[in-house]
């Protein structure tokens, strides 16, 4: 989990609350390409169970990195193909 | 047991021809049946058009859009009225019935009740940052969420087609629907 990665995109979503960070997030890393990692910056407390589950029921996409901040939740993506 | 010829096989065994037809068929049946579980489907069915009861269908068919679900909502009754595009933008709350509510039953049951804890949830809604009703439908749609609109309670409704959402499916039925259940792997009444 704490591998190196480089940032490609980065995505604000915060003040979303519930489905919009995982919604969101899922438009972003479709505009990326295999090998890029989406940046998803939340406020939503729900979003560190939320989109772990997204990325792990979710073909073609994994959970790269996440760190709960004082305010914001930060998560990692990575696209795999 | 040295002389046996595996090409001269008793009577009733399958000859070799025939077993090599029947392994390319089974791979032919292997091969569609994995691919298959590719896709995975998801069915709902939406039955209520109250604000509170309007929500749980859009925010399941918008986040397994998000899986890479092909997601189904058939909307039937009062389910109708959340791809209503003008009705979608109005739905209310009731204040009787819900014993969570912070009004006792027989002063919610009073003439504008209704409106009231309907703005009170719309209050909350804009202060969580909570999507629209309107929002989650148009973000479904764009993520390619099927929207439907039960035909029979299209009609028994007085509704007119073209009162929903642009992208919303009419013209479909029960059978419709239970085509799509049958074909799911996860199915929903709401």
């Not at chain 1, 940046?39 to 990195?65: F, H, K, Q, R, Y």
């Not at chain 2, 409704?157 to 039925?173: L, N």
Request: hydrophobic fraction near 40%; charge should be negative; charged fraction near 25%.
């Amino acid at each position: 989990m704490s591998a190196e990665f480089d940032i490609t995109e980065t995505l604000d979503v915060k003040g979303a609350s519930c489905p919009m960070p995982v919604v969101k997030a899922k438009s972003a890393i479709d505009e990326l390409s295999e090998g890029e990692v989406l940046e998803v910056l939340a406020t939503d407390p729900g979003s560190m169970s939320d989109i772990d589950g997204w990325a792990s029921g979710t073909g073609g996409i994994e959970l790269v990195n996440q760190e709960e901040g004082d305010d914001v939740f930060k998560h990692y993506v990575r696209k795999t193909e | 047991m040295g002389t046996d010829t595996p090409d001269a096989p008793a009577d009733d065994a399958p000859s070799r021809a025939e077993l090599a037809a029947r392994v390319d068929e089974l791979e032919d049946a292997l091969a569609e049946a994995t691919s298959d579980d590719d896709g995975k489907k998801m069915s709902i069915i939406a039955t209520k058009g109250t604000l509170d009861m309007a929500y749980p269908p859009l925010i399941l068919a918008s986040t397994a859009a998000a899986f890479g679900y092909e997601v189904t909502v058939f909307h039937t009754f009062w389910g109708l009225d959340i791809l209503h595009e003008e009705r979608s933008k109005n739905l209310k709350l009731s204040s009787v019935g819900n014993p969570n509510m912070p009004v006792p039953n027989a002063v919610a049951a009073l003439p504008g009740m209704d409106r009231v804890t309907t703005k009170m949830m719309e209050k909350k809604i804009a202060d969580n940052d909570t999507a629209t009703i309107e929002e989650l439908i148009e973000t479904s749609l764009d993520m390619g969420v099927e929207f439907q609109a039960c035909q029979m309670t299209i009609d028994l409704m007085d509704y007119d087609e073209d009162d929903f959402y642009d992208g919303v499916t009419t013209g479909v039925g029960a059978a419709t629907a239970l085509q799509d259940m049958a074909d799911s792997d996860i199915q929903l009444l709401v």
